[in-house]
C-alpha cells in the first residue's frame, strides 16, 4: 500500500503504518490524519511528538498503558488519563499517534 | 518459568521469569525475546528478567550497530522501567567469566511510582546460587 | 589459511576447534558473535593468547563497535580489522575455512 503527499508516494503497510521510519514528516501526518477523518491540533501533536521522542530514546513505540503514564508525568495528570488521550485518538492512542508519528505499531499494543 | 498467584480481587496473577542466555546482534533471540517480555508486561503480566550465560551481554554499555546496519534494540531496555519490569537479575559469575564487570553494563533505572518517582538501579546483581533460588521461585 | 569464527566461544565450540585444528602460520579472524572470543580476562582467553605465539588473530571492528567493546578490552597481540581489511585476509590467503 501505499500514500500520495504533495506528490510523493510513501510506502506503508496494509494498516497504513509508514514502511520507513525516515520518510516522516508533517505533511504526512496531516494526510494519514485526515484520512482517518481527524484534524491534528496542538494537543494531537503533543502526544505526537512525545511518541517520537519516545521511539528515539528507546527505539521502540510505547503500549499505551506506558504512554498514558508517560504522558502524565511529562505533561501533567490532566492530560495522563485514558479519557483525555481516547478523545483524541478514538482508534486508540498508542495505535493511532504512533501511525501518525511514522512509527511502527506499538510493542504490546491494544 | 510461570507460577500462578491469587491476587486480592481473585484473579489470577501469572508470574513470569524470562530468563536470557544469548548474545545480542547475532542471532534474533535476544531481540525477540525482549519484545514478548515487554508485550507480557504490557498486558500486565508479572515480568522479571534475569540475564545469565552469553545473556549479560545483551546489557553491555555504549552497543552502536550503526556499522553492521541493524537496530540498536539495546536502546529498548531502557523502556523496561516503563513497562513496569524492575526485577532483573545479572548473574556474577557469568560476567566474570566473560572478562566483564558491572560496570560493563549500561546504568539502567526505573522511577519508582510508590516513592515519587524516585530513580533507583533496575540491575540487580546476584551469585550464581541466588539466581538459582529466583529460578526456583518462578518454578 | 584463514579460519573464521562468528559464534560465542562460550556458547559453542567452534573457536576452541578452529585453535585445535589449525596449523603454525594460519590468520584467525573473529566475526559477528565469535568477537567475544577477543575479550581481554575472560575464561578462554588464556586459549587465545596461547595461539598468538606462532598464528595471527584478528577482530572485525563494527561487530566490536555493535557489542560494545572497546579495543582497550581486546587481549593484547589481537588485531582489529575493517570490512577491506577482512577482504584483504581472505584474498591472501590461498584459502578460507569458516568454522560455524
Known amino acids: 500500500m501505499s500514500l500520495e503527499v504533495n506528490g510523493k508516494a510513501y510506502e506503508t503497510d496494509e494498516e497504513g503504518y509508514l514502511a520507513n ?7 504526512l501526518a ?10 491534528l491540533t496542538e494537543n494531537h501533536w503533543e502526544v505526537v511528538n512525545f511518541l517520537r521522542e519516545y521511539y528515539d530514546e528507546y527505539q521502540i513505540a510505547p503500549a499505551v498503558r506506558v504512554l498514558t503514564k508517560a504522558i502524565g508525568k511529562r505533561l501533567g495528570k490532566d492530560k495522563g488519563n485514558s479519557k483525555y488521550l481516547y478523545e483524541l485518538f478514538p482508534y486508540g492512542p498508542a495505535k493511532q499517534a504512533c501511525k501518525y508519528a511514522g512509527l511502527p505499531k506499538p510493542t504490546g499494543c491494544v | 518459568m510461570v507460577t500462578e498467584d491469587t491476587n486480592h480481587e481473585g484473579g489470577q496473577v501469572k508470574k513470569f521469569l524470562y530468563l536470557n542466555r544469548r548474545a545480542p546482534h547475532g542471532t534474533n533471540y535476544a531481540q525477540e525475546g525482549l519484545e514478548v517480555a515487554l508485550i507480557g508486561a504490557a498486558f500486565d503480566q508479572d515480568v522479571a528478567m534475569a540475564y545469565t550465560d552469553d545473556g549479560v551481554f545483551q546489557l553491555k554499555k555504549d552497543q552502536d550497530t550503526s556499522d553492521i546496519g541493524t537496530k540498536n534494540f539495546s536502546a529498548t531496555y531502557g523502556a523496561l522501567g516503563d513497562y513496569d519490569v524492575t526485577r532483573v537479575y545479572v548473574e556474577l559469575e557469568s560476567l566474570a567469566r566473560r572478562g566483564l564487570t558491572k560496570e560493563d553494563l549500561m546504568p539502567l533505572v526505573y522511577e519508582d511510582e510508590d516513592d515519587d518517582w524516585e530513580e533507583k538501579p533496575l540491575i540487580r546483581f546476584v551469585s550464581e546460587a541466588e539466581l538459582r533460588d529466583i529460578i526456583e521461585e518462578h518454578e | 589459511m584463514l579460519h573464521t569464527v562468528n559464534k560465542s566461544p562460550f556458547e559453542k565450540n567452534s573457536l576452541h576447534s578452529c585453535l585445535r585444528l589449525s596449523k603454525p602460520g594460519a590468520n584467525i579472524l573473529l566475526l559477528e558473535d565469535g568477537v567475544y572470543g577477543a575479550l581481554k580476562g575472560s575464561d578462554i582467553s588464556e586459549d587465545i593468547e596461547a595461539s598468538l605465539a606462532d598464528r595471527g588473530v584478528y577482530v572485525l571492528g563494527p561487530d566490536l563497535k555493535a557489542r560494545g567493546i572497546h579495543d582497550d ?4 597481540g589481537v588485531q582489529v580489522v575493517d570490512y577491506a581489511g577482512f577482504v584483504k585476509l581472505a584474498v591472501d590467503a590461498p584459502r578460507v575455512q569458516s568454522w560455524l
Do not use: F, V
Open chain 1, 30 to 39: 496531516e494526510a494519514m490524519a485526515k484520512e482517518d477523518g481527524c484534524d
Open chain 3, 73 to 76: 578490552r581486546l587481549i593484547d
Open chain 1, 21 to 27: 521510519l525516515s520518510e516522516w514528516n508533517l505533511d
